[in-house]
């Protein structure tokens, strides 16, 4: 068999996984381009996760996402990290080289920027103070992609403090820390406000948090998805922000696995959004 001949495969690995909305959107995405591969939903326990990860090469495989619970231990199973995913201390993308090679990269914190520039043209991280609720996973790649776009203070509210000030020891002089009973205080003046939390989810309690400190002028990101448009997010566009839902950053995060895998860029419209929201 020649390499024309090889159809690429790519997938996401995790466990559950049966909930993935990216099986749905790179195949979107493969007919729309015209493209040979596939992608397929994976799931792998945590004990088999090395024996899975050096066995798909061999299988045809150019590379694959990776989710929960995984994101931190492909980083060890990896020849190659990129700084980011060092930083974030997770990866999400991982590329099977031709020479053997496993190479590991986070593009959350990219699917972050890219969303909330395609969806708030005039947004400026570097005008003002970032608010980010939460201390988790999701919120280091923000917090990296907000550092790297030039934000000068990144106030944080977590309801454990002890996981926001893992944050600041790490991240330095720019992260704030503020306790969760005195969350709605660092919104004061912040011009990005953004919930990596899971409160507003489908089936969770809405993030509750008192938004009189709020200015009209912040763009207020949910990362949340289901539903796309939270309470939290209703609550700040009553109040005159503009709003991002969190879909465009699960899109925008797929986009430099997918071009590396299959050799072209996609595009994230419309079209892209609704192959994912259908049912």
Not at 13 to 29: E, Q, V, Y
Not at 103 to 111: P, S
Not at 238 to 243: H, I, K, L, S, Y
Request: proline share 6%; hydrophobic share 45%.
């Amino acid at each position: 068999m020649t390499e024309i001949d090889r159809i690429p495969l790519a997938g996401v690995i995790g466990s559950p996984i049966a909930h993935s909305r990216s099986p749905r959107l790179h195949a979107h995405w493969l007919k729309r381009l015209g493209l040979p591969g596939y992608y397929i939903p994976m799931d792998v326990a945590q004990a088999d996760l090395r024996q899975v990860i050096q066995t798909l090469p061999k299988a045809g495989f150019v590379g694959a996402n990776v989710t929960i619970p995984h994101k931190e231990s492909v980083l060890a199973l990896a020849d190659f990290v990129t700084d980011r995913a060092a930083l974030i201390g997770a990866a999400n993308t991982l590329i099977f080289r031709p020479d053997g090679k496993i190479h590991a990269d986070n593009t959350d914190g990219y699917g972050f920027l890219a969303n909330l520039r395609q969806n708030a043209p005039n947004w400026d991280p570097a005008s003002g103070p970032a608010a980010v609720f939460g201390a988790g996973g999701a919120a280091r790649a923000v917090i990296v992609s907000l550092i790297e776009a030039g934000a000068p203070e990144i106030r944080i509210a977590n309801r454990t403090r002890t996981r926001a000030e893992t944050l600041r020891q790490e991240f330095g002089a720019k992260i704030v820390i503020e306790d969760w009973v005195r969350a709605g205080d660092i919104l004061e003046d912040a011009v990005t406000v953004v919930n990596t939390t899971a409160l507003g989810m489908a089936g969770k309690p809405d993030l509750s948090i008192p938004l009189d400190a709020l200015s009209p002028k912040a763009v207020v990101n949910d990362l949340v998805y289901t539903p796309l448009k939270t309470t939290f997010l209703k609550q700040a566009e009553e109040r005159g922000c503009t709003v991002v839902d969190g879909l465009g950053m699960l899109l925008h995060q797929a986009v430099p696995g997918f071009e590396r895998w299959f050799g072209e860029r996609p595009e994230v419209d419309e079209a892209a959004r609704a192959a994912v929201l259908e049912e």
